[in-house]
T-cell receptor, first 117, second 112 residues
Framework: DTGVSQDPRHKITKRGQNVTFRCDPI?????LYWYRQTLGQGPEFLTY????????KSRLLSDRFSAERPKGSFSTLEIQRTEQGDSAMYLC???????????????FGPGTRLTVL | EDQVTQSPEALRLQEGESSSLNCSYT??????LFWYRQDPGKGPEFLFT???AGEEKEKERLKATLTKKESFLHITAPKPEDSATYLC?????????????FGAGTRLFVKA
């Protein structure tokens, strides 16, 4: 168990609607990542937080996407005006840290599967 | 351009039929190479980290090796429960820090 939970696990929405996903790691993970994964592909980096600071954003993260980590614990990823091309699995990952006994490897949550109709 | 390529895309084995998965990479400043297992509808599950050429790691029926250009995941006498997608990822230096790049994965099917 990586101790990373994501909510919801599945989301079906209509094109043009806004959606928000949440990632809850156990405490101590100061580095948190968001990835997107489409069918048959590996995860693609979206953005990265060091505590509450968003340090890096991929070119994949259009202005319709916004991520926050207000207190350096849980994080949210919001997609505004969803498009069918946003359909994917959205994964949250943390660097292991002392609790998981590693300092380079990323440990993933179960993901949120988004379907845009 | 930094790149990670996994082959084959899919591999079908009979139970007990050993084989290897390949991950070739072209990155500047490799910090580490990771192997993950991913079951359908779930997040990737960490398996191994390799840091330098010649390094090997083992876990049950899996053994990962690393050279300067590629990594292999050897599966010895696989069982049906080993069926999954195996992802390779490299961590490389980037401006201001480092980045992690994933391959597209190898889908392994093991038939009883």
């Amino acid at each position: 168990d990586t101790g990373v939970s994501q909510d919801p696990r599945h989301k079906i929405t209509k094109r043009g609607q806004n959606v928000t996903f949440r990632c809850d790691p156990i405490s101590e993970h100061n580095r948190l990542y968001w990835y997107r994964q489409t069918l048959g592909q590996g995860p693609e980096f979206l953005t990265y937080f060091q505590n509450e600071a968003q340090l890096e954003k991929s070119r994949l993260l259009s202005d319709r996407f916004s991520a926050e980590r207000p207190k350096g614990s849980f994080s949210t990823l919001e997609i505004q005006r969803t498009e069918q091309g946003d359909s994917a699995m959205y994964l949250c990952a943390v660097i292991g840290g002392r609790l998981l006994g590693s300092y380079n490897e990323q440990f993933f949550g179960p993901g949120t599967r988004l379907t845009v109709l | 351009e930094d790149q990670v390529t996994q082959s084959p895309e899919a591999l079908r084995l009979q139970e007990g039929e050993s084989s290897s998965l390949n991950c070739s990479y072209t990155v500047s400043g490799l910090r580490g190479l990771f192997w993950y297992r991913q079951d359908p509808g779930k997040g990737p599950e960490f398996l191994f980290t390799l840091y330098s050429a010649g390094e090997e790691k083992e876990k049950e029926r899996l053994k990962a090796t690393l050279t300067k250009k590629e990594s292999f995941l050897h599966i010895t006498a696989p069982k049906p429960e080993d069926s999954a997608t195996y992802l390779c990822a490299v961590q490389a230096r980037d401006t201001g820090g480092f980045k992690t790049i994933f391959g597209a994965g190898t889908r392994l099917f093991v038939k009883a």
